[in-house]
T-cell receptor, first 114, second 111 residues
Framework: EAQVTQNPRYLITVTGKKLTVTCSQN?????MSWYRQDPGLGLRQIYY???????DKGDVPEGYKVSRKEKRNFPLILESPSPNQTSLYFC?????????????FGQGTRLTVV | SQQGEEDPQALSIQEGENATMNCSYKTSINNLQWYRQNSGRGLVHLIL?????REKHSGRLRVTLDTSKKSSSLLITASRAADTASYFC???????????FGTGTRLTIIP
């Protein structure tokens, strides 16, 4: 089944403790991205990657890191999480350039930083 | 920055009625997409309309795009309880590969 898989689905952590949210897609997609969703603000893009070893900042990259060493994986790293990073996070992928293609989303990771 | 702004923010209708949601955006776009999100879950793509298209249909969905007014509408006909969800428009702007989402319309279908 074609899908984008995020782990974990739920995570509670403490301020400053490094964490990684994994994202994997099995559709051989070139383009992958991370979003955060907050009430009243919709989805905002954190980082995106057009291909292996190619990443770029989205609208809200501060406090996050990403890497794209393999085509299928695009982990999101929070080196020193803070409470304002409490949010619902989504990973998405698409075939290639987004111009005429849809994005496929993972089921989300609900992160709470205390 | 938010590109798409949906209207209304919330909508409740009786099952069987039609639901219309609107999306306005600010800059020139390559295409506009609509997504559905069931409570707290991932977004599911519904339909994509290119900037040179004016109307598109998919099952009970009808999307229109008016580039002169920088607006789009999503019509769901003969609504069902399973249509209860949040609906988001997303625009792909010229010059970048980033989908920019609006804040969504929360649709509730009353059985």
């Amino acid at each position: 089944e074609a899908q984008v898989t995020q782990n974990p689905r739920y995570l509670i952590t403490v301020t400053g403790k490094k964490l990684t949210v994994t994202c994997s897609q099995n559709m051989n997609h070139e383009y992958m991205s991370w979003y955060r969703q907050d009430p009243g603000l919709g989805l905002r893009q954190i980082y995106y990657s057009m291909n292996v070893e190619v990443t770029d900042k989205g609208d809200v990259p501060e406090g996050y890191k990403v890497s794209r060493k393999e085509k299928r994986n695009f982990p999101l790293i929070l080196e020193s999480p803070s409470p304002n990073q409490t949010s619902l996070y989504f990973c998405a992928s698409s075939v290639g350039y987004l111009k005429n293609t849809e994005a496929f989303f993972g089921q989300g990771t609900r992160l709470t930083v205390v | 920055s938010q590109q798409g702004e949906e209207d209304p923010q919330a909508l409740s209708i009786q099952e069987g009625e039609n639901a219309t949601m609107n999306c306005s955006y600010k800059t020139s776009i390559n295409n506009l997409q609509w997504y559905r999100q069931n409570s707290g879950r991932g977004l599911v793509h519904l339909i994509l309309i290119r900037s040179n298209e004016r109307e598109k249909h998919s099952g009970r969905l009808r999307v229109t795009l008016d580039t002169s007014k920088k607006s789009s509408s999503l019509l769901i006909t003969a609504s069902r309880a399973a249509d209860t969800a949040s609906y988001f428009c997303a625009t792909l702007n010229f010059g970048n590969e980033k989908l920019t989402f609006g804040t969504g319309t929360r649709l509730t279908i009353i059985p």
